[in-house]
Nanobody, 115 residues
Framework: QVQLVESGGGLVQPGGSLRLSCVTS????????MGWYRQAPGKQRELVAS???????NYSDSVKGRFTISRDNARSTVFLQMNTLKPDDTAVYFC?????????WGRGTLVTVSS
């Protein structure tokens, strides 16, 4: 059974940092393009960052320069380093995996940015 399990969320003050992790099991991680999405209360889920199988990255304009996505194929893990966090970054963050016509989701981890 394929599983994506996120961790690393929590409460942080504005300007602070968090590092999210998503561990994938039950499949060949290196085949998948990986991404991080987020959903704030009352808003649609949106793409935050993605990384291809080759390591090419893409970011939403709202996080560019502050967030960094990376992957470790040996550990079947994708990371999201979040710096200079703002209250608008408050959301549930979801890990996403895509391969051909298959799409997988984690259950999410809550990030709250507040003083």
């Amino acid at each position: 059974q394929v599983q994506l399990v996120e961790s690393g969320g929590g409460l942080v003050q504005p300007g602070g940092s968090l590092r999210l992790s998503c561990v994938t099991s039950g499949t060949i991680f290196s085949l998948y393009a990986m991404g991080w999405y987020r959903q704030a209360p009352g808003k649609q889920r949106e793409l935050v960052a993605s990384i291809s199988r080759r390591g090419d990255t893409n970011y939403s304009d709202s996080v560019k320069g502050r967030f960094t996505i990376s992957r470790d194929n040996a550990r079947s893990t994708v990371f999201l380093q979040m710096n200079t966090l703002k209250p608008d970054d408050t959301a549930v963050y979801f890990c996403n995996a895509q391969f051909i016509n298959q799409e997988l989701w984690g259950r999410g981890t809550l990030v709250t940015v507040s003083s």
